[in-house]
């Protein structure tokens, strides 16, 4: 099935053998004996026990070919799992913060991008992210670094531990990149309240709510949701890993889809959940018996939701649309 990936860290998508081979190329030392002890170290309680692991991951990351390579690691995945369109996230301050240039990174991975359209057929675009565990004055400093680099990414959002960090903490920074005219996106709901998913909304006027799962516990914010068609990004295979669900079976995609909303299915950090975008897929619909025609609204809502122009979204939607009648 045609489909965009809407929400996927780029550094969540770094596999235990690239992080000891780009350990090795790099001489930076980690601590874990081999990928195995690595791999077993992922166990998660929720998403700070996740987020600690993440961040250790990727210190391997230092030159410009580092980053090209992760980022094509991935595309090549996307590729194969009939991913026609990618936004990906990256967390320039992870990497800033250790000492590597704005430069280094954003071209390492735009030049993957670039490379993913020619050579994959993947259209790629990048969104920046602003660490809401920093300062706003950080997230000043971070955007000030990247602007010389404004055609290269498309957008920003807001990552990281949420619970504790609300939205309205960054406020004005937001303001400033809607100036700007870059997208706006942010985790809001992943463990935080419903209050977070408002503020997202109204405080920082994002276009859509990255996870956003803990919504359904507020019946008015689900017809904000549904009458302003603002889509989330569902990530399933991390909210099973993070423990927002006990299971896939408890999971409340299809509860959202029923009641409107314009949700999709994600990815997240694929080399630490345990799935790319055809196992969030695979898992979920084993699990929750959702519908083809919920496969279907899921794809068209990827789309939809995506920040290609509009005749390019109706492109993918015709494609996508004589793919099913295959299946009829
Ligand atoms: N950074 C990478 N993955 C994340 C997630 N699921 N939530 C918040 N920040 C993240
Ligand atoms: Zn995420």
Redesign the pocket.
């Known amino acids: 099935m045609p489909k965009a990936e809407l929400h996927m860290?780029i550094?969540?998508s770094l596999e235990p053998e690239l992080i000891f081979a780009l350990a090795r190329r790099n001489s930076v030392e980690i601590p874990y004996a081999d990928v195995e002890a690595l791999r077993r170290a992922y166990a998660f309680t929720n998403?700070q026990s996740?987020?600690d692991i993440?961040y250790a991951g990727a210190s391997v990351l230092l030159t410009e070919q580092d980053f090209y390579d992760m980022a094509w690691a991935y595309l090549e995945r996307a590729a194969a799992d009939n991913v026609w369109r990618t936004e990906m996230?990256f967390?320039p301050q992870t990497h800033t913060e250790r000492g590597v240039d704005m430069r280094t990174v954003i071209d390492g991975l735009h030049r993957a991008c670039v490379d993913a359209e020619v050579k994959l057929g993947v259209s790629a675009a990048l969104i920046m992210?602003f660490l809401r565990h920093l300062s706003e004055q950080k997230a000043f400093e971070t955007l000030e670094q990247a602007l010389p680099y404004r055609d290269k990414f498309i957008g920003v959002g807001l990552?990281?531990?949420?619970v504790g960090n609300p939205p309205e903490r960054f406020e004005r920074v937001f303001a400033r990149c809607r100036e700007l005219g870059l997208h706006l996106v942010a985790?809001a709901g992943?463990e935080g309240p419903p209050a977070y998913v408002w503020s997202a909304l109204d405080v920082l006027k994002v276009e859509r709510v990255d996870?956003g799962v803990q919504s359904a516990k507020d019946p008015a914010l689900m017809k904000r949701l549904a009458q302003d068609r603002i889509p989330l990004t569902v990530?399933p295979l991390?909210n099973l890993k993070?423990c927002v669900f006990p299971d896939l079976g408890q999971h409340n995609l299809g509860a959202l889809l029923d009641a409107g909303l314009v949700a999709t299915v994600n990815s997240?950090?694929p080399a630490y959940f345990g799935g790319y975008m055809n196992e969030n897929f695979v898992q979920t619909f084993a699990a929750t018996g959702l519908t083809a025609q919920q496969a279907w609204q899921l794809a068209a809502n990827s789309f939809e939701g995506s920040f290609i122009e509009a005749a390019a979204k109706a492109r993918y939607i015709d494609r996508l649309n004589e793919t099913f009648a295959q299946f009829e």
Do not use: A, K, T, W
């Not at 990552?159 to 949420?162: A, K, N, T």
């Open positions: 860290h550094e969540g998403l996740f987020l993440y996230f967390d992210c990552d990281s531990g949420e985790h992943e996870h990530c991390s993070l997240d950090d």
